[in-house]
């Protein structure tokens, strides 16, 4: 166990909805990282928060967007959602950011989009 | 941005052999390379990883090499169990990226009892 938990495990919702993904990081982290995971593209960065503040974004879809909260948990919203939007969604979270801090993944969100 | 590829896609050893896994990045300011462990239905695990000041680092049955010159590091893990059936991913990331990963493709390694 990480210490790093997400909620849902699993969603399964229809094209054109709107979700939303929660991730809490383990005690003490600072920072939060969301990559996503599908068979066509593998783990892919997504976007970064440290503090409540956006670090960096990587592939991530206009479509999406994130925030971290003052309690440091942060949610991933997904809109308008394809068939291809379909895959593994994880958090990940580390002391703080740079500086090479190691990052511990949860368990992850599978989306299931019909 | 940094580029990682990692191989073989996959792997599969006797229970006691040794396995290796081999990942090479494109990015000369890359400097920290860790590598993880996903079961099926599970997050990704940290088993090792290593920065770019070392050569190499090894934790019981599981060992890291870095070649900076040569752009790539490897994965050993020696006495392999059917425990250590999994997907392994590498990754790679330069300081000044925030931290961010660029990960392998994955190796699926399965150790037959």
């Known amino acids: 166990d990480s210490g790093v938990t997400q909620t849902p495990k699993h969603l399964i919702t229809a094209t054109g909805q709107r979700v939303t993904l929660r991730c809490s990081p383990r005690?003490?982290?600072?920072?939060v990282y969301w990559y996503q995971q599908s068979l066509d593209q593998g783990l892919q960065f997504l976007i970064h928060?440290?503090?409540?503040?956006?670090?960096a974004k990587g592939n991530i879809l206009e479509r999406f967007s994130a925030q971290q909260f003052p309690d440091l948990h942060s949610e991933l919203n997904l809109s308008s959602l394809e068939l291809g939007d379909s895959a593994l969604y994880f958090c990940?979270?580390?002391?703080?950011?740079?500086?090479?801090?190691?990052?511990?993944f949860g368990p992850g969100t599978r989306l299931t989009v019909t | 941005g940094e580029n990682v590829e990692q191989h073989p896609s996959t792997l599969s050893v006797q229970e006691g052999d040794s396995a290796v896994i081999k990942c090479t990045y494109s990015?000369?300011?890359?400097?920290?390379f860790p590598w993880y462990k996903q079961e099926l239905g599970k997050g990704p695990q940290l088993i090792i990883d290593?920065?770019?000041?070392?050569g190499e680092k090894k934790d019981q049955r599981i060992a890291v090499t870095l070649n900076k010159t040569a752009k790539h590091f490897s994965l050993h893990i020696t006495e392999t169990q059917p425990e250590d059936s999994a997907v392994y991913f590498c990754?790679?990331?330069?300081?000044?990226?925030?931290?961010?990963?660029?990960f392998g493709g994955g190796t699926r390694l399965m150790v037959k009892p």
């Open positions: 990940a979270s580390s002391v703080r950011a740079g500086g090479l801090y190691e990052q511990y």
């Open positions: 005690s003490g982290d600072l920072s």
């Open positions: 928060y440290y503090n409540g503040e956006e670090r």
């Open positions: 990015d000369s300011a890359s400097n920290y």
């Open positions: 290593i920065r770019s000041n070392v």
């Open positions: 990754a790679a990331t330069p300081n000044n990226a925030g931290n961010m990963l660029t």
